[in-house]
Structures are given as C-alpha cells and as structure tokens.
C-alpha cells in the first residue's frame, strides 16, 4: 500500500505527520519526495547505506554535421535549444530530457549526456527503511528527481509513506501517481484552510481517495473541521497544538516518540485506510 501524505503550504505538519506513521507501522519504507528542502531524515535519523548521483540528459550538437535547419528548436515544446544561423545554443536548465531533438535531427548531428541534477540516498531505522532525494541548488525542476527517487521503491514494500512537497504542482502531482490513499495535512487557520481546498480539488479530479489530519488543533477557528463534515470527509487524527511537541520538533524528535501514545492513533488511522481500500 503506498499512501502519499500531503499538504496545501509549507510548515503544516506533514513531514512530522509522515515520519510518525512510518514508525507507528513498522515495516514500512519513508520515502522523501519533498527534494528542494527534504527534512524527513532530521527527524527518522536512518543510517544511510547508500548515495548515488540523479542524472538528467541533455543534448549535445556537433555542429560539424548540423545544417541549422531549425528542426529541433521547432519540435522543443519546451524552448531549450535554439538554433542562429550559424550557432546552437542549449539552455539546459530549461531541457526535459525527453530526446525529441535528438530524434527529429536529420543529420543526426545530436548526442545526449548525463549531467548531475541531485543526490539519491537510502537506508534505514531499525524497521523502517528510507529512501530519499536531494536537488541541486539551483536546479529549476524537482520532478525528474522525484521520479528517479520513486523508482527505487522495491516492489515488495508492504507500506510506503511517501512524503510530498506542499502544494498541488508538478512535483507533488508526480509523488502522488501511483498512490492508492492521499493523508493531507490541514491546519485551522484560514491560511490553511484556503490552501487545503485547494488539495481537495485536485484529489477529487483525480477521484484519489483521501483523508484529513488536523494538525495545530486549537488554533485559528473551526472552518475546517465544518467543512469536512459537511462534506463527509473523514477526519483521520486529530493533533492538538501543544508547545512541548513544538520543542521535541525542533530537538528533531518525532511526535511518537515525544508522545508515544499517539502510536496508537496512528495504527487507527493506518487501520481506517486499509478498510477504505
């Protein structure tokens, strides 16, 4: 079972919310996919194993074979190469890396390289494995990375949490395909109110079944809270807002273990959404 936690903004609760799962359930895989600022590691604390580089391809032109017939800047849907009368340019940050110039190239005068776009790490915490990403300062496109981070999930995995950017854009579109649940992480403010529905409506396009963790219970108002019931969305767990688990956060200590009896509310909740599925 792969369930994605999620949340509309940043600072919501949900990396704390997906590192606790993880080591309520044991046996279960964390998979960080927040890649421009992955925190998930600070609070599991797992002995990497491993590290290898992400890569992505870009095009190369010899422009000894090149005509500057205009095929591949024409075919590029993204814009990032460029062909002048008697010089190409490649802008490979705005590049993809799908390959359709090298393929629309009737010259054949275009090769692809590797250039490095992030780092790939794995281990593990007594049960709980760990397999996350780091992007490269500067590396406009959290995507390709992401997807070279799910591929290392072992198919065998009997739960992964995958931990999402905030947001509904690319990355966290891409860290949700394939997920059988979606956990979205909401506060009662009516800044996260807002950005929760904005959640809501991209799950509902998708038909992804989901449900809600309230976190910071007690601060801002009860919007959220009538708003998921009148619309019968369930309500998974909900966490108060207590300074001492603020401080164990900032220690880089995870919430089941600052407070080891909200294991219990977590197994209840994993257990809600096996019967959901």
């Avoid at 359930?25 to 194993?49: I, R, S």
């Avoid at 108060?240 to 220690?251: D, F, G, I, M, N």
């Amino acid at each position: 079972m792969r369930i994605t936690v999620a949340s509309g903004k940043g600072g919501a609760g949900k990396t704390s919310v997906a590192v606790s799962l993880a080591l309520a359930a044991g046996q279960a895989l964390y998979v960080d996919c927040d890649v421009e600022e992955p925190d998930g590691a600070l609070l599991l604390h797992p002995h990497l194993t491993w590290e290898e580089e992400a890569t992505l391809s870009m095009p190369v032109v010899d422009e000894g074979r090149c005509d500057f017939c205009k095929a591949c800047s024409e075919a590029c849907q993204f814009h990032a190469i460029m062909v002048l009368p008697h010089k190409v340019l490649v802008f490979d940050k705005m590049c993809h890396g799908c390959g359709t110039c090298a393929f629309v190239c009737p010259q054949r005068a275009i090769s692809e390289i590797d250039r490095s776009i992030g780092l790939i790490q794995g281990g593990d915490r007594d049960d709980v494995g760990y397999i996350g990403g780091r992007l490269n300062v500067g590396e406009p496109m959290a995507t390709p990375l992401i997807r070279q981070v799910k591929a290392k999930i072992p198919q065998d995995a009997p739960l992964v949490v995958l931990d999402a950017p905030p947001g509904v854009a690319c990355p966290f579109v891409e860290t949700l395909r394939g997920s059988d649940f979606c956990l979205v992480v909401a506060e009662s403010t009516p800044f996260g109110f807002h950005d929760y529905l904005l959640v809501e409506e991209y799950l509902r396009e998708l038909s992804v079944p989901f449900g809600v963790v309230q976190n910071k219970g007690g601060l801002g108002d009860d919007r959220l809270l009538c708003h998921l019931e009148k619309e019968g969305i369930p309500l998974l767990l909900s966490l108060p807002y207590q300074r001492e688990w603020s401080r164990a956060y900032s220690l880089g200590v995870p919430l089941v273990e600052a407070e080891p009896s909200l294991s219990e509310g977590f197994l209840e909740l994993l257990g809600t959404v096996e019967a959901r599925l």
